[in-house]
């Protein structure tokens, strides 16, 4: 995809985070065909606002720290000003084009999840774009034997290690983490996870950036 002379990359985009109210109505149609998930009440309006308030403001206070750490770590920007969070009640999986987040009573949940998604975010802004440098072709070169989603995953885990133990110092994360995905039924996640602990999120994160930076000669 080729960008336009009046285009450039932004480096920390505003995020904002309001309640997905056409979406929530599909989700919870959707979610209701699930056994697990038959007899949920989706909460009240009041309740959803107060959620997402709370939410929100706990994500205010870090979001610069996420994306400055993020970018930095791996010298990549992001493509957008401004990036839209849906907040949905009846959602069972986040996903990052576009960022659609489920409610949480916890914020540290919220947190955890919207910054895993904007590593999706970051990279997939970078794969479409700049030629060559493609991250998506870099992945493939530094990981070639892993699928596209485990390849996605050791780089969002290596970043996200980094952002929360590294830098925020969080001392919970990697329990809160490795809870998640030990419960998931995608397997990928956790071979994922094996791999930036088998090799070191940091050397993870060095070799990538080499590699794109000997794409760019």
């Known amino acids: 995809m080729e960008l336009s002379k009046d285009f450039s990359p932004t480096t920390y985009p505003i995020i904002r985070i309001k309640h997905g109210r056409f979406l929530d109505p599909v989700f919870e149609a959707y979610i209701k065909t699930k056994p697990k998930w038959e007899k949920w009440i989706k909460p009240e309006e009041k309740e959803i ?12 206070e870090k979001e610069e720290i996420i994306i400055k750490s993020m970018c930095e770590a791996m010298s990549l920007n992001f493509l957008q000003n401004i990036i ?8 069972d999986r986040q996903f990052s084009d576009p960022i659609v987040i489920r409610t949480y009573s916890q914020s540290k949940k919220f947190i955890d999840d919207l910054a895993h998604e904007l590593t999706h975010r970051l990279m997939s802004d970078n794969i479409q774009c700049f030629g060559k440098t493609r991250m998506g072709e870099i992945m493939k070169k530094t990981f ?14 290596a970043l996200l290690k980094h952002i929360f133990v590294d830098v925020l110092k969080d001392k919970n994360w990697e329990k809160r983490i490795l809870e998640r995905v030990a419960k998931s039924s995608h397997p990928q996640y956790k071979k994922a996870w094996d791999i930036v602990e088998k090799i070191g999120h940091m050397k993870v994160i060095k070799t990538i950036r080499e590699e794109r930076e000997k794409s760019l000669g």
């Open 49 to 60: 606002k107060k959620l997402i308030e709370i939410n929100s403001a706990a994500w205010k």
């Open 84 to 91: 839209d969070v849906y907040v949905v009640c009846g959602n």
């Open 144 to 157: 070639p034997e892993e699928s596209g989603n485990v390849r996605s995953h050791i780089q969002t885990y």
